[in-house]
T-cell receptor, first 109, second 111 residues
Framework: QKEVEQNSGPLSVPEGAIASLNCTYSDRGSQSFFWYRQYSGKSPELIMSIYSNGDKEDGRFTAQLNKASQYVSLLIRDSQPSDSATYLCAVNSNEKLTFGTGTRLTIIP | ETGVTQTPRHLVMGMTNKKSLKCEQHLGHNAMYWYKQSAKKPLELMFVYNFKEQTENNSVPSRFSPECPNSSHLFLHLHTLQPEDSALYLC??????????FGPGTRLTVT
């Protein structure tokens, strides 16, 4: 079983709609969770972090964490073409950050 | 601009060559990392340095040799690489393991 799993996509969402990205992880002891955005040919950029159950909002982005179900999600409201990128989920377990393979998101104008 | 720079940005080398990748961070972070990113695979952690001391070597072949002379600089020395080592090599730094800031990467091609 992969430690951090994401649907590789591609996920296509119309401009202005909500994009929903999901991630599951295997280690119940994981303490913190992150979303990175990676544009094609660029390096990953940290966009959200979440440490406790529930929702965390930052602008158009909302991270959701459910430790009991071992999943973390990222919602992007009012999706823009500039949101088209690969989104990497990362999980901190035992002071080690493990990444998923990423979900490729395409926003359709 | 994340404050982490890497040189060179692109590198083509033969299997018998020796080259080095350089990473520099201007963020005052204590930890630095080397990652390998290949197509269709998750980011693979290679090495971790905390306060200049190597704290993790993730079963990386000895043809990759890291060096951390101080907390701002990190090198990855390469020798006798294989074509399957072609990938994007990313350096990152962090004040703690949670928040890692990546450099732009070095696109390495081994011929």
């Amino acid at each position: 079983q992969k430690e951090v799993e994401q649907n590789s996509g591609p996920l296509s969402v119309p401009e202005g709609a909500i994009a929903s990205l999901n991630c599951t992880y295997s280690d119940r002891g994981s303490q913190s969770f992150f979303w990175y955005r990676q544009y094609s040919g660029k390096s990953p950029e940290l966009i959200m972090s979440i440490y406790s159950n529930g929702d965390k909002e930052d602008g158009r982005f909302t991270a959701q964490l459910n430790k009991a179900s071992q999943y973390v999600s990222l919602l992007i409201r009012d999706s823009q073409p500039s949101d088209s990128a690969t989104y990497l989920c990362a999980v901190n377990s035992n002071e080690k950050l493990t990444f998923g393979t990423g979900t490729r998101l395409t926003i359709i104008p | 601009e994340t404050g982490v720079t890497q040189t060179p940005r692109h590198l083509v080398m033969g299997m018998t060559n020796k080259k080095s990748l350089k990473c520099e961070q201007h963020l005052g972070h204590n930890a630095m990392y080397w990652y390998k990113q290949s197509a269709k695979k998750p980011l693979e952690l290679m090495f971790v340095y905390n306060f200049k001391e190597q704290t993790e070597n993730n079963s990386v072949p000895s043809r990759f040799s890291p060096e951390c002379p101080n907390s701002s600089h990190l090198f990855l020395h390469l020798h006798t690489l294989q074509p399957e080592d072609s990938a994007l090599y990313l350096c990152a730094s962090s004040p703690r393991v949670n928040e890692q800031y990546f450099g732009p990467g070095t696109r390495l091609t081994v011929t």
